[in-house]
């Protein structure tokens, strides 16, 4: 294939990330399990990019969980998602940067549904108009908070302060990326690289020193699959998902996990756990196990952050493993002390309305 | 959702699951199975965290008993939940934007009336009066709430059949 043909097929796969102005909403998943992720997103966008980002304390959880456990219907999601639609239009904002993946999936494919049944789309207007007396516009661009860091991976990379490099070896470390199901699955287009060759975080580890893993069962899910794992009785399947993963890509010896979806980073971290102490198996070097981070934890591990106030020790699997290989300075011992107070959290101004 | 990607025509068969679950909830025949009589213990926890607290997952009390894969991180995580989220910079329950920040009321309202509009509010009756239903014809004791017979045994039983 000549180059200008290269060029033309991979047009298809990259996709329109706004530059400035985003209107954030946030994860109810990121939000519980790690909250260190989204307040480390807003310290980079905002002191390191400098870039204006909105939030509204008014906005919600998009349903999505209920909506994917069948307990909601598909004009209530539309309907409350049309609802931060309005808060967005009212605050004057056209960029949309969700921090959830399935909150992505869930208005790109809500989007798609109005664009082919306008009819759906006027009355999911009428029922808005009835239950909250607002009105809304779509949002002009649609970006996941890590299409977002993506794009701004080179910014990030000069500033870095440590590379993901390993410090003994001067080797680049080896990093397995985990996309999230609803980033890409349900509509390639709407991803960077489209489904197939997913490149969002292989980007984001490259441009950062490490090196990008490539395994067989890389594009398979961490097997969260909402009603999998929320009712105690079918967790079996999700773990089964997680451990056909592990299996697959211990051969490689990879040194971390980086994933973008809020759910997959706690199952990928819990289920080593669990597997561990249900077959004594591990699957890092060492008897250890991988470390798995959010994007946000490598970006802010690449700046500098302190681990611990980026929310490390949240983990279940160590990932002091990662912190020791790049060289990282940070205090061991002050892994489970509460009484330090976050340096940034004391300049960063959380309130923004 | 894996299939929508190889489908050459786009088909999702997991969106015709989602369709077809929804239809039973409408009509009750969701107790007939084990999976189907799940859906009460997803509407008592994500349903109620959803219109109660406007997020599908509120954490805070719910511990490792429910959870135990969530490990002994999660159990020090439970015992300094303010603290924990403080140091992560959260606005745990405060006024104004941030982490687990308390929803205005008058936004709670918005979302509740949206559910009672497009028929959320009818998907949960649904579930719960199926549910009751069922109880009794299986002699279990439901009352509100999970702590008790019949929220335990549809969260914890699996019949062992569903694989091959």
Redesign the interface.
């Known amino acids: 294939m000549i180059l200008a043909g290269k060029k033309a097929v991979w047009k298809d796969y990259q996709k329109e990330i706004a530059e400035d102005k985003y209107y954030y909403v946030?994860s109810?998943?990121r939000?519980?399990f790690f909250?260190?992720s989204?307040?480390a997103f807003l310290k980079i966008m905002r002191e390191e990019l400098d870039k204006d980002v909105y939030?509204?304390?008014?906005?919600?959880?998009c349903?999505?969980?209920?909506y994917?456990?069948?307990?909601?219907?598909?004009?209530?999601t539309?309907?409350?998602v049309a609802?931060q639609f309005a808060l967005m239009t009212e605050a004057g904002y056209e960029n949309l940067m969700p921090s959830c993946i399935t909150s992505f999936?869930l208005y790109t494919e809500i989007l798609d549904t109005w664009h082919h049944f306008p009819e759906i789309e006027e009355k999911v207007r009428r029922?808005?108009k009835?239950?909250?007396g607002?009105e809304f516009k779509k949002p002009k661009n649609l970006a996941h908070a890590s299409d977002v860091i993506f794009k701004f991976r080179k910014e990030i990379g000069a500033k870095a302060k440590y590379k993901l490099i390993n410090k003994e070896t001067g080797k680049p470390l080896k990093v397995v990326d985990h996309i999230g199901?609803?980033y890409a699955?349900?509509f390639?287009s709407k991803g960077v690289g489209g489904?197939?060759y997913p490149y969002v975080l292989t980007g984001m580890i490259e441009e950062w020193g490490g090196q990008i893993i490539d395994y067989p069962e890389r594009?398979h899910?961490c097997g969260f699959g909402f009603?999998q794992y929320?009712?105690?009785?079918?967790?079996?399947f999700s773990?089964a998902c997680s451990k056909e993963k592990f299996e697959s890509m211990r051969p490689f010896k990879p040194d971390m996990i980086i994933t973008n979806c809020p759910g997959c980073p706690m199952f990928l971290d819990?289920?080593q756990?669990?597997i561990n102490e249900m077959e004594g198996k591990r699957y890092g070097q060492n008897g250890e196990g991988i470390p798995v981070f959010t994007y946000e934890e490598v970006a802010g591990l690449v700046l500098g952050y302190d681990p611990?106030?980026l929310?490390l020790?949240?983990?279940?699997t160590d990932c002091e493993p990662v912190l020791n290989k790049i060289g990282i300075d940070y205090s061991p011992e002050d892994k489970?002390n509460?009484d330090?107070?976050?340096s940034?959290?004391k300049k960063?101004n959380?309130?923004?309305? | 959702m894996s299939c929508k990607t190889r489908c050459p025509r786009g088909n999702a068969p997991g969106l015709i699951i989602m369709a077809l679950r929804s239809l039973s909830q409408d009509l009750g025949y969701f107790t007939e199975s084990e999976k189907g009589r799940q859906q009460l213990a997803l509407k008592r926890t994500v349903g109620h965290w959803m219109i109660t607290y406007g997020y599908c997952l509120y954490l805070e009390g719910v511990g490792t008993s429910m959870h135990p894969e969530q490990g002994p991180v999660w159990d020090w995580i439970q015992d300094n939940w303010r603290d924990v989220f403080k140091k992560m910079g959260a606005n745990y329950q405060g006024d104004g934007p941030g982490i687990l920040r308390r929803i205005p009321e008058e936004a709670m309202d918005e979302i509740r009336e949206i559910f009672k509009v497009t028929g959320g509010m009818k998907r949960f009756e649904n579930i719960e009066k199926f549910s009751k239903k069922k109880a009794k014809e299986l002699n279990m004791k439901l009352d509100d709430g999970i702590e008790n017979e019949y929220f335990q045994h549809i969260y914890k039983t699996n019949n062992g059949s569903h694989t091959r």
């Open positions: 946030r109810c998943v939000q519980n909250p260190g989204e307040t939030e509204n304390p008014c906005h919600t959880s349903t999505g969980i209920c994917h456990s069948d307990i909601v219907p598909v004009e209530t539309m309907t409350v609802r999936g029922q808005l009835k239950a909250t607002r199901c609803h699955k349900m390639p489904a197939e594009r899910c009603r929320l009712v105690q009785a079918n967790r079996g773990v819990r289920w756990y669990v611990w106030e929310g020790q949240m983990h279940q489970y509460l330090i107070s976050p940034y959290s960063h959380l309130i923004n309305v």
